[in-house]
């Protein structure tokens, strides 16, 4: 891929992002290995998996971490 169109799909990416709901945010702490931001996936799972946490929660009743324990047995 050439510079010039590896830049036209970044701008054509960066014109829908923002009106989707996006948000850009630092790639620092990216993990490569695990293909995540350790540090941006649980708000991004809080919002995008609503479904799963709302199951959590009704399965798990007053244990109101399962959402979070679940998180955190994904990102380690």
Aim: glycine share 8%; no cysteine.
């Amino acid at each position: 891929m050439t510079r010039s169109s590896e830049a036209a799909i970044a701008t054509a990416i960066e014109s829908v992002v923002p009106d989707a709901g996006h948000k850009w945010v630092d790639g620092k702490g990216f993990d490569r290995h695990r293909g995540i931001l350790p540090v941006e996936a649980p708000g991004f799972m809080r919002t995008a998996q609503a479904r799963l946490r709302e199951k959590l929660e009704a399965l798990h009743g007053e244990q109101r971490y399962a959402f979070q324990r679940y998180l955190e047995l994904l990102l380690s």
